[in-house]
């Protein structure tokens, strides 16, 4: 079984982590019904540890991790191959792949642009529209 788990930095803020567990049904529901996972770097869990763990329990014997990320920062680059390493040594036999940051991907200039065109100057500043599995 195939497992995906979206990565991100985490935050304090409950609201701010469930939108990526929105956008992991999101996913889910593209990936027609795969395991889709979500984890935090940093500051909520789970862990990519404890996420991937969890695949692993659940049968997964390949993982993605996602990393949504804009672009090929220091986690990217440092934090997340020695993750990926540490999976691996954790779990033998499970193939983990990294896949790359959303980066400049048409798919993100899309999203950017519908984000762009939908925004009236009637919005209050500051105020943000929530993700919902209906976006």
């Known amino acids: 079984m195939r497992a995906v788990i979206l990565l991100d930095h985490g ?3 409950p609201d701010a982590n469930a939108q990526l567990e929105a956008l992991a049904a999101l996913v889910a ?18 862990t990519l540890a404890e996420a991937a763990a ?3 329990g659940d049968g997964a014997r390949e993982i993605v991790v996602l990393p949504c990320f804009l ?6 680059r ?3 191959p020695r993750l990926a390493a540490a999976l691996r040594a954790a779990h033998p036999g499970v193939e983990v792949t990294l896949a ?8 993100v200039a899309d999203a950017l642009a519908e984000r762009a065109s ?3 100057p009637r919005d209050r500043p500051g105020t943000f529209r929530k993700l919902t599995s209906e976006d």
């Open 11 to 13: 935050s304090r803020e």
């Open 54 to 56: 969890a695949c692993v």
């Open 100 to 107: 790359e940051p959303l980066g400049a991907h048409p798919a």
């Open 118 to 120: 939908s925004t009236s």
């Open 78 to 80: 440092e934090d997340l």
């Open 71 to 76: 672009a090929p920062g220091r986690h990217v």
């Open 29 to 46: 529901a593209r990936l027609g019904g795969a395991r889709v996972a979500t984890a935090h770097l940093t500051l909520a869990p789970p």
